[in-house]
C-alpha cells in the first residue's frame, strides 16, 4: 500500500492543521506538571521561568541570534563562531498617540541576572544598551518549534502584542532548512473602543561593524542593511545583515553621529514623541540605523509587521586539522579528493555556495515567504498533534534548537561538520566527534541525506586503508592525520549508524559503497582491541570519557557486538560470508552475559597487564599522566581512569544504539533491563545536596536533580574513576530513557526525562540550551529516542515495513522518513499512518512484533 494523501484530504481530516503561524491544536492528552517548578511541561514559560529563555533562529550551519522570552535579542552568532554573550543592540519599538505611557520598547521586564555584572558588560550593563528604556511590564514565552511566541502586555497601554520568532525548518528539506534568515511578527492588539493611531519602528546599532575595512549601513526596500567590507589580510571580516518588512517603511540610515550615548538617545527621543525619522545613506561609519511604519489600529482590531533578517558571511578563519604525509591513504572519490587536496582556503558556508550576496538572501525568502511559513507551520502542527506526554514532547522539541545554534555547520559543498557544543566564544570539541555524535538521533530521521554525508566523512576522508578511523574530523573536510587512537566506541558506533542511515534511505547503492570501508573499520577494530579474536574488547579503548578503558566493559562490549551484528546483517543482504563475524559475536555475547554481568548489572573487568598494549605510564594518552603518586594507584588499584564495579549510566549503551538502528538488543534483553533498572536506582538524584562532585559540577549540583553518569552501589569506587563519574550528561539522561521505555519500564524514564526537565526550567537555565562541554551540546540530540522509546515506531525503507511497539496503550505520534512525513496512530492494536508531506511507502505493518496484513 503506497500511503501518499494529498494535502487537501489532510487538511480536511485533521483538526491539527489550523490557519496561524506556530499554533496547533494537540490531541487530548493529559497535562503533566513539574512538582519543582510548577511549571507545566510543554507550556507556557512566565514569572521566574522566564528569566533564561534565548530561543535560536536561523538556518542549519548559517549561524543564529536568540529571541529571548521577553522579546530581548541576543546571542548574535553570524560569523562561524558562537557570540554566546552578543547583545547587539537590535529592538522594536512602539508609540501610541496620545497616550500618556504610549512610548515602549517591544520587550518585556530586564531579567534580574543582567542588572549586575552581566558577562559583556562590567558593572551597571553594556553603555548603550537598550536596559534602561521604557518597556512591558509582563511577558510570557511559548515554544512551538521552530516558532517562539513572546507575548507583552502592560496595564499602561490599550494594546497586546505578541512577538512570533522563527526560521525556515521543514524535515526533508535540509536547503530550506539551512537558509540565513530570521523572521519577527509583531502582532498588534487594540484592547480598547476606539482606534489608535501608532508608530511601529525596528532599531538596530551596526554590530557587524568589525575590522579594518569599510564599514556603512546600505539601502533595501523598507529597511537597511549592515555592512562590513573585509580586507585582503581579513578577507573574513567581510558580511551584511539585512533588516526590513514587509509594509512601506521610511528609513533612518545613520543614527545621529556624536559621542557617548548620542546615537540611542536621539533614536529613544524619536520613538517617545512618535517622530519619524529619514536619513540617507552616508558613505561610512553608521553607528545605526531605524525603520519606521505608522499603524492605524481599529477598536478591537489586529495588525501584523513582519521583520525579515537576512546575513551572509561568505568566508571564515576557521581551518582546523593537520593533512597527512601519505595524500592517498584515505577511501575518498578520486574526483572529491583532488578538489579537497587542491584547497587551500578556509571553511565557507553552504549558503554563500548558492546565495551571491545578502540581497539575493533576502530576495529569496521574500519570494517565497508563504510557501516557507506554510511548510514550516505543517512541520509544526503536525509534531505537536500527540498524545505522548508532555515532558516527552518539551524535551525532545527543545533539543532541536540544537540544530539551529553554530553546533551545526554546513560545508560549501553542502556536507555536515559539526562542534560537539558551543563555547562561549569558539567552538567547543571539533570534527563532528564521532563519540559523541553516536547519541544523536534527531537528524538521521528528520534530515536523513545530510546524516549520511558524515557517514561519507568518517569512513572516506578519516579512514585510512588499514581502517582507523580519526574521531575528529578536518575543516574544511579534507584527508586527516592518523597520529592517535581510535574510539572504540564512535568507530563501532559508526557501523551501527551506517546500518541505521540504510534502513532509512533504502538506498541500496548507499549500503553496496559503504561495505568495503565498513569491513576494514571492523578489522582494525579487531585487530586493534580484540587481538586473540575472543569477541571482547579487552586492549585499552580511547572512548567519550576522554580516556581509555583497559580490560573488557559492557558498555564497549555492547558497541562490539552491535557492530558485529550489523556487519553480520550486511553480509546477509548483500550475500556476503560473515561466519567469522558471527563466531565473534557468539563468543563475545557469552562471555560479557557470564564474566561481565553480576547478577544485576554489567561492569568493567579492569585488566592491565597480559595485554599488547604498553605499560599504562608509557601509552600516549590524552591528558594522563603518572605522576609518583599515580604510579603508587596503579600498583594498588589498576590504570587510573575506569569504573571495575561501577553501574554504569552508559553501560548497555551499544544496546541502545542498536535498537534505535533497527537490530536487536546485543546482550540478553532481561539483562539489559535489569541494568537499566539499577542504573535508575542507584544513579538518579532527585536532589544532588549530599553527593560530592570534583569534576565539572555546573551541568547539575545542589537541590537539583540528575542521572549520574556512575555509582558504586555495592562499593569499590576507585581512587581516581573515570573523569566525568560524578557529573551529569543530559544526553544519557535520556539515552537511558528511551531505553527504559522500550524494556517496558516507562514510568521511570518519565522520571529520568522530568528531573531533567526540571533543571531547565527557564529560572536558571535555558530550557532551548542543555550543556555539557560547551552551549547546545549535540549528545542531547539523544533526546529524539524517546518517540521511538515510547512508541517502537521506526520506518524501514528497505523491506517498506512499519515497526510499531507502543509501551503506552493507544497513541498519536510523529513520524519524520526520507520520503515524507505525518503522524501515526495506534488504535486497538490498529496502526495508522496520515502523510501530510511527501509520500510513504509501506508494504507491511509489524505491530508488538506481529504482521499485519494490508
Sequence with gaps: MKINLKLSLILTGLSLLITGTGCTNAVATSSTVSTKSGRRYNGVYEGENNSRIAFPIGGLGAGMYCLEGTGFISHMSIRHQPEIFSEPGMFAAIHIKDCENGAKILEGPVAEWRKFGAPTSGLGGPGGANYGLPRFKNSTFEARFPFGKVVLTDGDIPISVTITGWNPFIPGDADNSSLPVGVLEYTFENKSNKPLETVFSFHSRNFMKKGKGKNSIRPVQNGFIL????????????????????????????????????????????????????????????????????????????????????????????RIGGDPSDLKDNNVPESRLSQELNYKGNYRPWYSSRFKDVETVAGYLTNNYNNLLKKSELFSNTFYHTTLPDEVIEAVSANLAILKSPTIMRTYDGRLWNWEGCGDTWGSCHGSCTHVWNYAQAIPHIFPALERTLRHTEFEESQNKAGHQTFRSNLPIRPVEHGFHAAADGQLGGIMKVYRDWRISGDDSFIKDMYPKVKASLDYCIDTWDPRRAGIIEEPHHNTYDIEFWGPDGMHNSFYLGALNAFIAMSEYLNRDASLYQELADKGKKYTETALYNGEYFIQKIQ???????????????TVNYSEEAKKILEKEGPKYQYGTGCLSDGVLGSWISRMAGLNETLDPEMVKSHLIAVHKYNLKHDLSNHANPQRPSFAFGKDGGLLLCSWPHGGKLSLPFVYSDEVWTGI??????????????????????????????????????????????????????????????????????????????????????????????????????????????????????????
Excluded at 573585509?230 to 540610515?253: C, K, M, N, R, S
Excluded at 559621542?259 to 527621543?269: E, I, K, R, S, V
Excluded at 592491565?608 to 590524552?622: F, Q
Aim: aromatic share 12%; net charge negative.
Design 227 to 318: 555592512s562590513q567590507e573585509g580586507t585582503a589580510e581579513e578577507p573574513f571580516q567581510q558580511g551584511d545583515f539585512a533588516i526590513y518588512t514587509d509594509l512601506p517603511a521610511t528609513v533612518d540610515h545613520c543614527w545621529f553621529r556624536g559621542g557617548w550615548f548620542d546615537g540611542l538617545t536621539m533614536a529613544w527621543n524619536a520613538i517617545h514623541a512618535g517622530e519619524i525619522v529619514r536619513n540617507d545613506p552616508v558613505e561610512r561609519d553608521a553607528s545605526g540605523a531605524s525603520l519606521y511604519v505608522p499603524i492605524s489600529l481599529n477598536a478591537g482590531g489586529k495588525k501584523t509587521v513582519k521583520v525579515f533578517t537576512a546575513w551572509h558571511v561568505p568566508y571564515s578563519h576557521l
Design 608 to 622: 592491565w597487564t597480559g595485554l599488547k598494549a604498553e605499560d599504562p605510564t608509557k601509552m600516549v594518552s590524552w
Design 733 to 854: 539522561e535520556y539515552q537511558v530513557a528511551s531505553h527504559l521505555m522500550m524494556a517496558g519500564e516507562v514510568e521511570k524514564g518519565l522520571d529520568i526525562v522530568r528531573t531533567c526537565r526540571d533543571r531547565y526550567s527557564g529560572s536558571v537555565r535555558n530550557p532551548f540550551n542543555e550543556y555539557e562541554c560547551g552551549h547546545w551540546y549535540a549528545r542531547a540530540l539523544s533526546g529524539y529516542g524517546l518517540l521511538q522509546g515510547l512508541t517502537g515506531v521506526r520506518y524501514d525503507a528497505v523491506d517498506k515495513t512499519l515497526y510499531v511497539d507502543s509501551k503506552i496503550g493507544d497513541f498519536t505520534g510523529f513520524l519524520s522518513t526520507e520520503t515524507g512525513f505525518g503522524t501515526v496512530e495506534l488504535k486497538n492494536g490498529k496502526p495508522r499512518v496520515i502523510v501530510v508531506s511527501g509520500s510513504i511507502n509501506i508494504s507491511k505493518y509489524v505491530v508488538a512484533g506481529k504482521e499485519l496484513v494490508n
